[in-house]
């Protein structure tokens, strides 16, 4: 109350102060605002807002010269903020209705200039509408024969109150409400709603994958899992509410599988796709929502019907949504559903050791407008809460994460290695034990032990000017070469006794082509056998998008074309966003 008081008489004091802001220009004001808000919501021609050439930005405003230092000690920050918005407001207001009449003044930027450091200021600006082009065209003018008549700290009315004055658009704020980005995630998601609501897209597991991971996952659900052939991709969401989380709808061949089985069997067994996999969501695809209540009720309902099917036999419920968000809300509200009903069908909230889970997955197609699919199964049915992943690693004790992407590479390009070995059984005959690995920018050593321990190399030779990781240089044939790579090919190539059946290179190069450069430098050499294996990770140094990267390497992959047969391009789990990865055999 005190504080109200002392507000108060500050701001009559302040107009007391300054005639300019008297209560008749206060009065004036306020009868223009209420002016411009009545022809506003007319339907007239001049209701359209920003007209071209009526608008006007006035930039470099100076609330020290309406304010100064006339304020006490203990003003609050806030209410000088207010004060000096207001006072902005009226004073432009008086200035500018001289030349005609103003149908809107916005002043911006207050709240920033008081809140920034001296040094990082910005001063406030506004935009100011006037009715008729020609009153905005005779301020300009007139502010123009002050600049040539003022001093630049100091002079007539205007230029103490701002510096600079032109012709602007209508601000954007003035306008409809900008969409916001995540808005935009209606886009592309009223199609996937629009297809669940018509019955034309089926789905029976959501994945929430990593953003960057939504188009690997996808391809290798299609074609990498081990049950691949009951699983297809239906449809996929790309923004969410969530900046880094992606959706993909699968549905499963029914005849062929069970969605327990394929989550069991498939995605939580396999090594590589738990990088970009985050989540695993049950639902029914004809169990559609519109709200949270909905889905609540509907559960609850669903529920009670188990609860006498399954006589005394306890329910415990486990809720896991996205977005997570809306979690807890869920739950409050079947815990209050459930405390209206009959005590003898209550069931339990239960986050572990529950019989059932409930699956909810929110689709939003512009904001405050979303679809609910969700789905309550037995827990037997639905085992999907734990991807295991850190059991599925192997090989922890690695010296860079290098390493799994070559045995990433290898296990995904199966065919292509049985044919090699197939060859290389043929090739060597009774010396078919007999290894050779040549392993470019081997530094640390990752792709060296792969090839060392889990492949089976005789001899491996790590071509790198650096350092190997200790305990990869005291590897069984493991020798390292301290040379960069077209040095060593040339060391090689004197030598004449040394002849790859393997070439592996995870060099980082300026050039991309480079890397396929040196590749074909080591064949012509003879360095490379016939029918040799290669992985090659090229490593795109420009670009920013999937599609430009895929076509950089759609490009440099040609220039294999006459030298190399069986070629798989992979965008690995352990690729990074411009590194795609090539295996193929040497020859035709």
């Not at 209410?79 to 432009?92: D, I, N, P």
């Not at 001063?123 to 003022?150: G, M, N, Q, W």
Request: net charge neutral; proline share 3%; with cysteine.
């Amino acid at each position: 109350m005190v504080r109200q008081q002392i507000c108060r008489f500050l701001f009559l004091t302040a107009f007391c102060i300054y005639p300019n802001c008297d209560a008749l220009a206060l009065q004036r004001h306020q009868q223009s605002v209420a002016l411009y808000e009545n022809k506003l919501s007319t339907d007239s021609p001049k209701a359209e807002a920003g007209k071209s050439g009526d608008v006007l930005f006035v930039e470099d405003l100076r609330p020290s010269a309406i304010i100064g230092n006339q304020f006490p000690l203990n003003t609050t920050e806030n209410y000088a903020k207010s004060v000096s918005s207001a006072l902005l407001t009226t004073r432009l207001t008086n200035h500018f209705v001289q030349f005609g009449n103003v149908r809107k003044l916005s002043v911006l930027g207050v709240e920033d200039y008081h809140q920034c450091r001296q040094k990082r200021r910005r001063r406030p600006y506004a935009f100011v509408t006037f009715e008729e082009k020609e009153s905005a065209t005779l301020a300009i003018r007139d502010h123009e024969e002050c600049k040539a008549t003022s001093s630049r700290d100091g002079g007539t009315a205007n230029q103490a109150l701002f510096r600079r004055i032109s012709y602007s658009s209508v601000p954007d704020t003035w306008r409809r409400k900008p969409v916001k980005p995540q808005d935009k995630i209606g886009d592309l998601s009223a199609s996937i709603i629009d297809g669940f609501q018509s019955g034309t897209l089926k789905a029976d597991i959501v994945l929430q994958v990593n953003k960057s991971h939504l188009h690997r996952v996808m391809d290798y659900v299609n074609k990498g899992l081990s049950m691949a052939h009951v699983a297809t991709v239906t449809g996929y969401v790309e923004k969410t509410c969530s900046r880094t989380t992606s959706l993909i709808f699968i549905k499963i061949d029914s005849e062929k599988a069970s969605v327990s089985s394929f989550v069991e069997e498939s995605l939580a067994q396999d090594p590589f796709i738990y990088k970009g996999l985050n989540k695993v969501y049950a639902i029914d695809d004809s169990s559609m929502c519109l709200s949270e209540q909905e889905v609540c009720l509907e559960a609850c309902g669903l529920l009670r019907e188990l609860q006498l099917q399954n006589g005394s036999a306890p329910i415990s419920v486990k809720v896991q949504t996205f977005p997570p968000q809306i979690q807890s809300q869920i739950v409050e509200t079947m815990e209050h559903h459930q405390r209206q009903e009959d005590p003898s069908n209550r069931f339990e909230m239960a986050p572990s050791k529950h019989s059932h889970l409930l699956s909810v997955v929110r689709i939003d197609r512009i904001e405050g407008e979303s679809m609910f699919l969700w789905s309550l199964k037995p827990t037997w049915d639905a085992n999907i809460e734990d991807i295991q992943s850190s059991s599925l690693l192997g090989d922890t004790d690695v010296v860079s994460r290098a390493y799994f992407k070559l045995k990433e590479a290898i296990e995904r390009s199966q065919s292509t290695v049985k044919k090699f070995q197939t060859m290389h059984h043929e090739l060597k005959g009774s010396d078919e034990k007999s290894m050779v690995a040549i392993d470019c920018g081997a530094a640390p050593g990752g792709w060296t032990k792969y090839l060392a321990l889990d492949f089976g190399c005789t001899t491996t030779y790590s071509v790198d000017p650096g350092r190997l990781d200790p305990t990869v240089e005291k590897l069984e044939g493991v020798v390292h070469v301290p040379l960069k790579a077209l040095e060593a090919i040339e060391d090689f190539s004197k030598q004449g006794n040394i002849c790859a059946d393997i070439w592996v290179s995870d060099m980082c190069l300026h050039d991309m082509n480079g890397q396929i450069d040196i590749f074909k430098q080591a064949i012509e050499a003879g360095v490379v056998r016939r029918s040799a294996l290669f992985c090659l990770t090229l490593k795109c140094t420009t670009g920013f998008s999937k599609g430009s990267y895929d076509k950089q390497v759609e490009l440099a992959s040609q220039n294999l074309e006459g030298i190399a047969s069986d070629i798989t391009t992979l965008h690995l789990f352990s690729n990074r966003k411009g590194e795609r990865t090539i295996v193929g055999l040497v020859g035709n």
